[in-house]
């Protein structure tokens, strides 16, 4: 008992000690505020005076509770006494008739309970007024807690908490944070005031309203009464708010501001909700976020960290929508630059832009102005909106093809007959919740290609075959599918007016027809979704380096293609004859497509023609071989049915390459039913496609009478004539020589010595077209080497084509050789 008495002694002891200890400084502040006239009316909120009189001013923060809450912020806080069966006047009663009454809240040793007592002996009257009105105007409530600090118990204040009183100075609260609060009166603040803070600019332009330019009529002496509370209530906070970090944060504020540095502590100050920021998630490119939410950090964790939710607009093949994602920002000791985060306000951009200008890659990602963000975005937006079959650009630049995104099928099926076309097995979707954090290396956003060549932008489709992969930027998956938001009337009305668009909550669209505000052009992307036609794989692309077509191309069919022409008279009017009502099937929608097949030995121009078909019709040619859709009977149905259905999306040219196993005859005896399954597949599907299908084989055995049937034109392919071969040779040794008149100082190739060759030994090879292509750069590598090698400039001549082709001749020979052998061996052993 002694020991417990004594223990309660020394507390009570310690408890006054502290009490009077804070209850001097805090009268000493407010008699100084005092001192400044009636509450730092003169000095201004955040003002305080030195010792020498002068005066500083130091803005500052705060933070509000909305209407919502009201009803649970009137009741007690865990460690604060309930208040039972007092009422307002006995309350003022009890501590006077001070119109701004700050009181601490501690623990009462006798009755073991937690009592507010006044912070001061010599409170600020109020002001004479109107005896009926409430003279109470605030009540500043300080939470006095006992901390052990190195083995001794002290008393702090980590917190604090307003009553705000009277109505006039909760309407114009209401006014002041009504961006944030959605309410039309504030009753009820708590420390750090995150809401007040955010809104402290607009809050000291109201306290400081010169009254000869207030243009309301209306204005009562109520309101100017309002706006003197509210100059009072931001120089309490501003100075002495009851919560240390708050403190700190005013003390600091305006340094931060002229550095344009920030702590951990004050991070989230630069991050009200509904503000633009900037970050670089895809291939250091600027974008721009709406902030959502942001969490203040519990400065008492052992590991505390920023999280802010802030959303771009995006395009999901359908319609635009807020797309959130997670920032995060881990706590960093002393202080940084706002260049230094990952993310910071828009507001800084531009400051950044001129001071960090030409300072290697970081500053050149700063040189997009806001303009050029808007511009951006306007270029996504035709890209997604263009009409059916006009989705076929040039890319030239980096793209990504990270997890959750792979071949032709993406991440459709696990199957293990079509892996060569599947991504690999890590995957990611939406429910990693990926974040954008500080500490991140940029390296994270490397799963990427050099990507040249047609792509298709395609978002409806990439989401299809990687239903996976969820909307993101790079590696950086968004957050969740839909934001959080409260759908009571109140905040859903106040939500809408101030942070959506006129379309977006709405239909979820815009008309066809127009045009997004600029600051939604602004939060749109820097990279879209498509397929890459020659890589056979989907990707995330850049907007910049996505262009129109080159026109030039289509004059290929009638310059580039070895063909008879009768053959290409033949290709060329059923081309453009496709499509136009003629005779149509006894079925509806049956029979409208045009199927060419192109048959003959390998490397002498089939895929050439395929491709310069696809440029006569001005459509992208898609390539797709037995390998992407599989030789397993349950894939392959589905995985045509796919194919053939993007084919139409995209009004594409079908390449189906090397289609042998589609053409041969079925086995009448069901030998082998894998085979037989898929050439009737094949015939089911065609029969109701509607666009152009070319098929190339170079090893026909038995053809298939039911797919013959359905062939409209079949072109066979010849040995090359020795004309032939000469003019694929000039052409490809004029695409060296244009290069070389491009670039006079840097010569390639004698030409003269190329074509003695060509005309002599070259054309009497027996050589196709991709053996004559691989000769010549070939070569063209090997005269590059000698030039290393003997330090001067070695031109492509007849000597380097003569070895390539007598190399390529030998290797030809042996494996004849080898294979002659080996038939020798199969008939020894069947004789015996």
């Not at 702090?156 to 944030?180: A, C, D, F, I, N």
């Not at 959303?311 to 959130?324: H, I, M, Q, T």
């Not at 960090?356 to 050149?364: D, I, L, N, T, V």
């Not at 459509?619 to 030789?631: C, E, Q, R, Y």
Request: hydrophobic share 35%; with cysteine.
């Amino acid at each position: 008992m002694g020991s417990g008495t004594n223990s309660d002694t020394r507390l009570e002891a310690l408890e006054q000690k502290y009490i009077e200890l804070l209850e001097r400084r805090v009268t000493e502040l407010e008699t100084r505020l005092a001192q400044a006239g009636t509450v730092a009316s003169k000095t201004g909120p955040g003002e305080k005076k030195d010792d020498s009189g002068a005066s500083s001013v130091e803005d500052g923060p705060a933070e509000s509770v909305s209407a919502g809450e009201k009803e649970s912020k009137k009741q007690p806080a865990k460690d604060k006494e309930e208040k039972t069966g007092k009422e307002d006047d006995e309350e003022q009663d009890e501590f006077g008739d001070d119109r701004y009454l700050v009181v601490l809240n501690s623990l009462d040793a006798e009755l073991g309970e937690f009592k507010d007592r006044r912070a001061d002996s010599a409170p600020i009257k109020a002001p004479k007024t109107d005896n009926k009105a409430p003279t109470r105007a605030f009540i500043l409530r300080k939470f006095m807690r006992t901390q052990t600090i190195r083995g001794e118990d002290i008393l702090t204040t980590k917190r604090s908490e307003v009553e705000v009183v009277s109505p006039p100075l909760q309407k114009l609260l209401g006014h002041v944070m009504h961006k944030y609060e959605g309410t039309a009166k504030v009753t009820q603040m708590s420390s750090p005031y995150v809401n007040l803070v955010w809104s402290w600019e607009t809050a000291e332009a109201e306290a400081e309203a010169d009254e000869n330019k207030i243009t309301d009529p209306d204005a009562s002496e109520e309101d100017k009464q309002a706006r003197e509370d509210l100059r009072a209530l931001l120089g309490m906070i501003a100075t002495s708010s009851g919560d240390e970090s708050l403190d700190r944060y005013f003390k600091t504020r305006q340094s931060m501001k002229d550095t344009r540095t920030v702590n951990f502590e004050s991070l989230w100050t630069l991050f009200p909700k509904g503000s633009f920021i900037v970050s670089r998630p895809f291939f250091d490119q600027t974008q721009v976020f709406m902030v959502q939410s942001c969490i203040v950090p519990d400065m008492t964790d052992t590991e505390p960290e920023l999280i802010v939710i802030a959303y771009s607009y995006d395009w999901d093949g359908f319609k635009f929508n807020r797309v959130p994602y997670r920032f995060e920002v881990p706590s960093f000791p002393d202080k940084k630059t706002l260049g230094e985060l990952r993310f910071y306000p828009l507001s800084e951009h531009e400051h950044l832009r001129s001071s960090m200008s030409g300072e290697g890659k970081r500053g050149g990602a700063l040189k997009d102005s806001k303009q050029d963000l808007i511009d951006r975005g306007r270029d996504f937006y035709k890209y997604c909106v263009t009409t059916k079959g006009k989705q076929t650009f040039q890319y030239n630049g980096p793209a990504y093809a990270g997890p959750g995104a792979g071949g032709l099928f993406g991440n459709l099926d696990d199957d293990s007959d079509s892996m060569s076309i599947f991504p690999s097995s890590s995957r990611i979707g939406l429910a990693s919740m990926q974040s954008i954090n500080e500490t991140a290396d940029d390296s994270d956003n490397r799963p990427s290609n050099k990507l040249e060549g047609p792509v298709v932008i395609d978002f409806r489709s990439y989401y299809e075959f990687n239903p996976s992969a969820g909307p993101s930027l790079g590696d950086q998956q968004s957050y969740a599918r839909r934001l959080s938001e409260c759908r009571c009337d109140e905040c859903k009305t106040n939500f809408e007016a101030i942070y959506r668009y006129s379309w977006d909550g709405k239909t979820g669209k815009p008309p066809r027809d127009s045009e997004l505000a600029d600051d939604q052009y602004m939060m749109l992307p820097p990279r879209l979704l498509g397929y890459s036609l020659k890589r056979k794989r989907w990707f995330q692309v850049l907007v910049k380096c996505v262009k129109r077509p080159d026109a030039g191309s289509r004059t290929n069919f009638d310059t580039k293609l070895r063909l008879a022409d009768k053959d290409k008279d033949l290709i060329r009017d059923s081309v453009k004859a496709h499509g136009k009502e003629n005779i149509v099937d006894y079925i509806p929608d049956k029979g409208k497509g045009l199927v060419i097949l192109l048959w003959g030995a390998p490397g002498i121009g089939k895929t050439l023609t395929a491709e310069s078909v696809a440029d006569l019709a001005g459509k992208p040619l898609f390539s797709i071989g037995v390998s992407d859709i599989g030789t397993k009977s349950k894939m392959v149905e589905a995985n045509l049915e796919r194919i053939f259905a993007l084919a139409g999306r995209w009004e594409a040219v079908l390449l189906l390459d090397e289609a042998d196993v589609f053409l041969e005859a079925r086995d009448a005896r069901g030998a082998d039913m894998e085979r037989n399954s898929m050439v009737s597949v094949l015939l089911r599907i065609l029969e109701y496609y509607d666009g152009i299908l070319i098929l190339t084989t170079n090893r026909l055995k038995t053809f298939d009478i039911a797919v013959r049937s359905r062939i409209h034109i079949a072109i066979q392919y010849k040995e090359l004539s020795d004309q032939d071969r000469t003019d694929i040779f000039k052409d490809f040794l004029q695409q060296l020589q244009s290069k070389q008149e491009a670039d006079p100082g840097a010569p390639l190739l004698n030409w003269d010595s190329c074509m003695e060759w060509v005309t002599g030994e070259g054309c009497s090879k027996s050589l196709n077209g991709r053996q004559i292509r691989n000769i010549v750069f070939t070569a063209m590598n090997l005269a590059h080497s000698e030039t290393e090698a003997k330090g001067r400039n070695v031109l492509l001549d007849k000597s380097h084509l003569t070895r390539i082709t007598r190399n390529a001749e030998s290797f030809a020979a042996a494996v004849l050789e080898t294979e002659a052998v080996y038939r020798n061996n199969q008939l020894r052993s069947g004789g015996g």
